[in-house]
């Protein structure tokens, strides 16, 4: 079974809109980390934010925001205020205790119109 | 975050050959991985580069086709081996420290594309 899925394979959003960018997982874990990363065509990843399973507030960085719903087992991304440059494929990535690993769902990519 | 450099880039090579990437981090880390990327597709891991032993590999990767080093806490190649087409793609190298709330970093990837 896959343990991060990411529903929506692209979306398009208009510029100075917010997104909502999906991701489920699935772990018997207590402990463990969810992230996401941005790889914009150039094709480095880059760290977004980060929510960790026993934080109680949801994870804020400047236009970036998490809705972490830990009963659902979901980590949806918010993107407020979209940009022309955050046109990009966005990876959400859980970290386990085993192996220290990070393990991607497939990805979303979101285009976003001016 | 750490400076992580990955060498070559990119690279155009012959099925039959090898390829070996490598990855240097400007500071020690305790965790160092290796990610394939294949077109279109997300980050899968190859295996976790161990310093100073065998590294571990995931399913479906074995050592003799992605055989890989890790002489000390800041460096680690991965070698392509016996290359063909299958193989064009990404290949990233990836830091951090250990622990399920630290973030990886990522280098910036070496394009592999199998003639």
């Known amino acids: 079974a896959q343990k991060i899925t990411q529903t929506q394979p692209g979306m398009f959003v208009q510029e100075k809109e917010a997104v909502t960018l999906d991701c489920t997982y699935d772990?018997?874990?207590?402990?463990?980390?969810l992230f996401w990363y941005k790889q914009p065509s150039s094709g480095e990843m880059i760290f977004l934010i980060y929510?960790?399973?026993?934080?109680?507030q949801n994870a804020t960085e400047g236009r970036y925001s998490l809705n972490f719903q830990k009963a659902r087992k979901s980590a949806n991304l918010v993107i407020s205020a979209s940009q022309l440059g955050d046109s990009a494929m966005y990876f959400c990535?859980?970290?386990?205790?085993?192996?220290?690993?990070?393990?991607f769902g497939g990805g979303t990519r979101v285009l976003v119109k001016p | 975050s750490a400076v992580i450099s990955q060498k070559p880039s990119r690279d155009i090579c012959q099925r039959g050959t090898s390829l070996t990437i490598q990855c240097q981090v400007d500071?020690?880390?305790?965790?160092m991985f290796w990610y394939r990327q294949q077109p279109g597709q997300s980050l899968t891991l190859i295996a976790t580069?161990?310093?100073?032993?065998?590294?571990?590999?995931e399913s479906g990767f074995v050592i003799d086709k992605f055989p890989i080093s890790r002489p000390n806490l800041t460096f680690s190649t991965l070698t392509v081996s016996n290359m063909s087409p299958e193989d064009s793609s990404i290949y990233l190298c990836?830091?951090?420290?250990?622990?399920?709330?630290?973030?990886?970093?990522f280098g910036n990837g070496t394009r592999l594309t199998v003639t």
């Open positions: 772990t018997s874990d207590q402990s463990y980390g």
């Open positions: 990836s830091v951090g420290e250990t622990g399920h709330n630290s973030p990886l970093h």
């Open positions: 990535a859980m970290r386990e205790i085993a192996g220290n690993k990070l393990t």
């Open positions: 500071s020690q880390v305790t965790m």
């Open positions: 929510q960790g399973s026993y934080d109680e």
């Open positions: 580069a161990n310093q100073g032993s065998e590294a571990t590999y």
